[in-house]
């Protein structure tokens, strides 16, 4: 197991973060009436496209929290190699998911979700860094 430092948390974090927001965009899939948090924030209630687009972000999502979950050194799924790169490139998407959320023109989604984008943000570079 990974010591116990700033990284450590940050990571747990990162993870825990990541399945709750995996558990929210399948409830999105699912047709939840959320969906002014996310994806612009258009409809109540996302359309099939959207919904195929929610289902896909939870893929994505539970991949980046075992990357993180694994960085904590709870759990070795993945080859070091691929964590090591993927750590970068989650680093590069919430980095592009901070100012997306920012200028969303739902309101809700700038509110709830800038926030979280930056506290990921700030969590995994913290974890890629080896902080």
């Known amino acids: 197991m990974a010591e116990l430092s700033l990284g450590f948390y940050a990571a747990l974090l990162a993870a825990v973060m990541f399945v709750l927001l995996a558990l929210f965009q399948a ?75 920012a200028i969303s023109r739902s309101l809700p989604e700038r509110l709830v979700m800038t926030p979280v984008a930056i506290v990921l943000f700030a969590a995994v570079l913290i974890v890629a860094l080896g902080l």
């Open 27 to 101: 409830a999105l899939a699912g047709g939840s009436p959320w969906g002014r948090l996310a994806w612009g924030g258009k409809e109540p209630v996302l359309p099939p496209l959207l919904r195929g687009a929610s289902f896909f972000a939870v893929v994505l999502l539970g991949f980046f929290a075992v990357v993180m979950a694994q960085r904590t050194g709870l759990v070795t799924l993945l080859p070091p190699s691929v964590v090591d790169v993927a750590i970068w490139v989650i680093v590069a998407y919430l980095a592009l998911g901070v100012p997306m959320n």
